[in-house]
């Protein structure tokens, strides 16, 4: 093994590295088993392999959340009755209506 494989991370430094919520976050996964995790002395640190996996984790509950979310809610459609022309000019939609009504009067 080399030396970086061996280098160690404290908690406050997982979160600014990986995105986590917080330290506490991190130390009650670690505590319930769901992280791994080295104790050094009194605090918690994480090697690379450790902050791999728990970017992996954070991913797939992201993942499943998602997917759980678009299972539930019905599809949502985006009413359009704007011309195109006017929403490719970059207005909005009461612009594009106003637009339109002054090219029809």
């Not at 080399?2 to 009650?28: C, K, N």
């Not at 970017?55 to 019905?74: C, F, G, S, Y």
Request: charged fraction near 30%.
């Amino acid at each position: 093994m080399t030396a970086a494989e061996y280098q160690t991370f404290a908690l406050d430094a997982v979160v600014e590295l990986t995105g986590a919520p917080s330290v506490d976050w991190l130390d009650r996964r670690i505590k319930s088993g769901e992280l791994t995790a080295v104790l050094s002395g009194r605090e918690w640190r994480m090697t690379h392999s450790d902050m791999c996996r728990l970017v992996d984790n954070m991913r797939a509950a992201a993942e499943q959340k998602l997917a759980e979310r678009l299972a539930t809610e019905p599809a949502k459609t985006k009413k359009t009755t704007t011309p195109a022309a006017a929403n490719r000019a970059g207005l909005s939609a009461r612009g594009a209506a106003r637009a339109q009504r002054r090219q029809t009067a």
